[in-house]
């Protein structure tokens, strides 16, 4: 039994009698000097639970439960208030009408906020330290209301004293041989550093999930918790990026049993949030159940068929200097049990050291001198002849005067040559939540290839402009004669005169354009909404339900229109239209808007 000082059971009656902060847990195991043993399970005759509606900032509301235990200490009620470690570990303090109303006991905070006999809204105020947001306090405001209808006796028992919570540490459950297509319903788990229940993640989505099973491919369909949608525009698994719509994320996964590296995009401007939070992502396994996918009939061997083949340069529609010269045009493709076998000619294989494909075996058929050359052939097992597939050729060559050692990086498809998906080039783009814009607009030409693509900073009237045109392709006659845009590139001053002549973009002045300010969100509004009257959209009539709405009939009307296009959106009720239009709102803009654009030709 564990003993307690004259002290410090002096000091424990105190805080009961005047402050009432130590929770009901330590009033059971305290009161009347009687000590609960660790690890005993103890029942408090006198609980209840109640419920009560929160009233609290957008977003702390879903961190606060709407039941708590209501407690009697001393002829005064209270109510246990029962917040998650994460959000605990972020409350400085707890006040209610000034006094004190959280306590720290067995090392874990406690907060009881005292309810009146009529059970009126009690004004809470909890001073919180959100890293994440500044490293200063700040005061959040919280009412309660409690409901003395939803009052009834609480008949679960109470944890144990300082009970240790088991920890639930991943290991690899059930595996599966093959799976039959279909959908199926599977529960799935968030884990820290391999350890589950990762609230800090699944608070942001539904447990139960789907499987989607394929050809042999798996799929997770995740659901994002109401509360959250409109803070989680995408989520990461297995180096998969999907942006949600409606609140659902698809991504494929290369296995079912595995722990796999993921994470959840949360976007809260409100917060001046925006930030990939890590998390391992693991199917329970467990007491799953998948029927076994029937074994396929063998295709019927077939004779060798001819087939072009085409070499993509890395990461672009370009032909690389490999096809032809290096490596034939056509390959001899032959079906097997397993897939096919391709055979690939390499017409001058006395400067080939290595030839390497990535997702298939590559092995030499065959080696012939042909005059000076050496003709090789390679064979290729691949499973399927629909993919393209990432290929690395060694050579060194040392002809005519020519001498060079290099690996080339290249893609192979077989067959009529199709467009190559390409990724931009970015590196600061991979958990932006209109990644697939910009990727989408750089395929197109509108972006040109960088290191970083900035997706935070501002965008000038110059560049917007700029942007503009590369997805128009306007030539219009100059109209305009703008003294301050001299300076800018041939590309730049064409943009700027050509919209400028069409109407969508008009200057500060007669002779200024004022190239390098900012543009405004309003100011994109009007300049996409005019393009699109231009090209025979008729207005509805729409208004939106923005609380910011600008005074300006254009731009109010602009606004509402491209709002229910799905060509701009707002946040919170707000669309804020003097703040300045970032790059990565005006890729999500740009991409849209020729969407928008193509179906009005139709």
Same mark, same amino acid.
């Given at each position: 039994?564990?003993?307690?000082?004259?002290?410090?059971?002096?000091?424990?009656?105190?805080?009961?009698?005047?402050?009432?902060?130590?929770?009901?847990?330590?009033?059971?195991?305290?009161?009347?000097?009687?000590?609960?043993?660790?690890?005993?399970?103890?029942?408090?005759?006198?609980?209840?639970?109640?419920?009560?509606?929160?009233?609290?900032?957008?977003?702390?509301?879903?961190?606060?439960?709407?039941?708590?235990?209501?407690?009697?200490?001393?002829?005064?009620?209270?109510?246990?208030?029962?917040?998650?470690?994460?959000?605990?570990?972020?409350?400085?303090?707890?006040?209610?009408?000034?006094?004190?109303?959280?306590?720290?006991?067995?090392?874990?905070?406690?907060?009881?906020?005292?309810?009146?006999?009529?059970?009126?809204?009690?004004?809470?105020?909890?001073?919180?330290?959100?890293?994440?947001?500044?490293?200063?306090?700040?005061?959040?405001?919280?009412?309660?209301?409690?409901?003395?209808?939803?009052?009834?006796?609480?008949?679960?028992?109470?944890?144990?004293?300082?009970?240790?919570?088991?920890?639930?540490?991943?290991?690899?459950?059930?595996?599966?041989?093959?799976?039959?297509?279909?959908?199926?319903?599977?529960?799935?788990?968030?884990?820290?550093?391999?350890?589950?229940?990762?609230?800090?993640?699944?608070?942001?989505?539904?447990?139960?999930?789907?499987?989607?099973?394929?050809?042999?491919?798996?799929?997770?369909?995740?659901?994002?918790?109401?509360?959250?949608?409109?803070?989680?525009?995408?989520?990461?698994?297995?180096?998969?990026?999907?942006?949600?719509?409606?609140?659902?994320?698809?991504?494929?996964?290369?296995?079912?049993?595995?722990?796999?590296?993921?994470?959840?995009?949360?976007?809260?401007?409100?917060?001046?949030?925006?930030?990939?939070?890590?998390?391992?992502?693991?199917?329970?396994?467990?007491?799953?159940?998948?029927?076994?996918?029937?074994?396929?009939?063998?295709?019927?061997?077939?004779?060798?068929?001819?087939?072009?083949?085409?070499?993509?340069?890395?990461?672009?529609?370009?032909?690389?200097?490999?096809?032809?010269?290096?490596?034939?045009?056509?390959?001899?493709?032959?079906?097997?049990?397993?897939?096919?076998?391709?055979?690939?000619?390499?017409?001058?294989?006395?400067?080939?050291?290595?030839?390497?494909?990535?997702?298939?075996?590559?092995?030499?058929?065959?080696?012939?001198?042909?005059?000076?050359?050496?003709?090789?052939?390679?064979?290729?097992?691949?499973?399927?002849?629909?993919?393209?597939?990432?290929?690395?050729?060694?050579?060194?060559?040392?002809?005519?005067?020519?001498?060079?050692?290099?690996?080339?990086?290249?893609?192979?498809?077989?067959?009529?040559?199709?467009?190559?998906?390409?990724?931009?080039?970015?590196?600061?783009?991979?958990?932006?939540?209109?990644?697939?814009?910009?990727?989408?607009?750089?395929?197109?030409?509108?972006?040109?290839? *960088?290191?970083?693509?900035? %997706?935070?900073?501002? $965008?000038? @009237?110059? !560049?917007? =402009? /700029? +942007?503009?045109? &590369?997805? #128009?392709?306007?030539?219009?006659?100059?109209?305009?004669?703008?003294?301050?845009?001299?300076?800018?590139?041939?590309?730049?001053?064409?943009?700027?005169?050509?919209?400028?002549?069409?109407?969508?973009?008009?200057?500060?002045? *007669?002779?200024?354009?004022? %190239?390098?300010?900012? $543009?405004? @969100?309003? !100011?994109? =509004? /009007? +300049?996409?909404? &005019?393009? #699109?009257?231009?090209?025979?959209?008729?207005?509805?009539?729409?208004?939106?339900?923005?609380?910011?709405?600008?005074?300006?009939?254009?731009?109010?009307?602009?606004?509402?229109?491209?709002?229910?296009?799905?060509?701009?959106?707002?946040?919170?009720?707000?669309?804020?239209?003097?703040?300045?239009?970032?790059?990565?709102?005006?890729?999500?803009?740009?991409?849209?808007?020729?969407?928008?654009?193509?179906?009005?030709?139709?």
């Amino acid at each position: 039994m564990v003993k307690k000082s004259k002290a410090t059971k002096a000091v424990l009656a105190s805080l009961l009698a005047t402050s009432a902060i130590v929770p009901a847990m330590a009033v059971s195991a305290e009161v009347g000097g009687e000590t609960t043993r660790t690890g005993e399970a103890t029942t408090t005759a006198a609980a209840k639970t109640i419920d009560f509606k929160v009233d609290a900032p957008e977003s702390l509301q879903r961190f606060i439960p709407t039941t708590g235990k209501l407690v009697e200490r001393n002829g005064q009620q209270f109510i246990n208030l029962e917040l998650s470690d994460a959000v605990l570990g972020m409350v400085n303090s707890v006040t209610v009408a000034g006094q004190p109303a959280m306590a720290e006991f067995n090392g874990k905070k406690h907060i009881n906020i005292p309810v009146t006999a009529d059970y009126a809204p009690v004004e809470v105020t909890l001073n919180m330290t959100i890293t994440f947001v500044g490293k200063d306090p700040v005061d959040y405001k919280v009412t309660l209301t409690p409901d003395a209808k939803s009052i009834k006796e609480a008949t679960e028992t109470t944890k144990p004293v300082e009970e240790a919570k088991e920890e639930k540490i991943f290991k690899v459950g059930k595996t599966f041989d093959s799976v039959a297509d279909g959908t199926y319903d599977i529960k799935w788990d968030a884990y820290k550093d391999k350890v589950g229940n990762y609230k800090a993640i699944t608070s942001h989505f539904s447990p139960d999930a789907k499987l989607i099973v394929k050809d042999g491919k798996y799929s997770v369909q995740l659901t994002i918790t109401e509360d959250s949608k409109a803070m989680v525009p995408d989520v990461t698994i297995a180096g998969k990026n999907v942006v949600a719509k409606d609140g659902i994320v698809t991504l494929e996964i290369p296995s079912i049993s595995d722990l796999h590296e993921a994470s959840v995009h949360v976007v809260v401007p409100a917060m001046n949030m925006d930030k990939p939070y890590p998390f391992g992502f693991a199917i329970e396994t467990a007491n799953l159940e998948l029927p076994k996918a029937e074994a396929a009939p063998a295709p019927a061997p077939v004779e060798a068929t001819k087939m072009p083949v085409t070499v993509f340069k890395d990461g672009t529609k370009e032909q690389s200097i490999m096809q032809g010269t290096y490596l034939a045009n056509e390959v001899m493709v032959t079906s097997t049990e397993g897939g096919y076998d391709v055979d690939v000619t390499f017409p001058q294989g006395q400067w080939l050291n290595d030839f390497k494909v990535e997702g298939a075996t590559v092995a030499l058929k065959s080696e012939e001198t042909v005059g000076k050359n050496t003709v090789q052939i390679y064979t290729i097992s691949l499973k399927d002849i629909n993919e393209i597939y990432n290929a690395t050729v060694d050579l060194t060559v040392d002809a005519a005067g020519v001498k060079y050692d290099s690996v080339h990086k290249v893609q192979l498809q077989f067959g009529e040559k199709k467009p190559v998906p390409v990724a931009a080039p970015f590196k600061d783009i991979a958990n932006n939540g209109n990644k697939d814009a910009i990727v989408n607009l750089f395929n197109k030409g509108i972006f040109i290839a *960088a290191d970083n693509f900035n %997706p935070g900073n501002n $965008v000038t @009237r110059a !560049q917007f =402009a /700029l +942007m503009l045109n &590369r997805a #128009l392709k306007l030539d219009v006659p100059a109209k305009a004669a703008f003294t301050d845009i001299v300076k800018y590139g041939d590309e730049a001053k064409k943009a700027i005169n050509a919209l400028n002549g069409y109407g969508i973009i008009n200057g500060k002045t *007669a002779t200024t354009f004022a %190239p390098a300010q900012d $543009v405004t @969100r309003k !100011q994109a =509004a /009007l +300049m996409i909404y &005019r393009l #699109l009257e231009k090209n025979g959209y008729t207005a509805t009539g729409d208004t939106a339900k923005f609380s910011d709405m600008p005074k300006e009939v254009e731009a109010s009307k602009a606004i509402s229109e491209l709002n229910k296009l799905g060509i701009i959106s707002g946040f919170e009720g707000k669309f804020n239209p003097e703040n300045k239009l970032t790059r990565s709102q005006m890729a999500k803009i740009l991409n849209n808007t020729l969407t928008v654009v193509e179906g009005l030709k139709k």
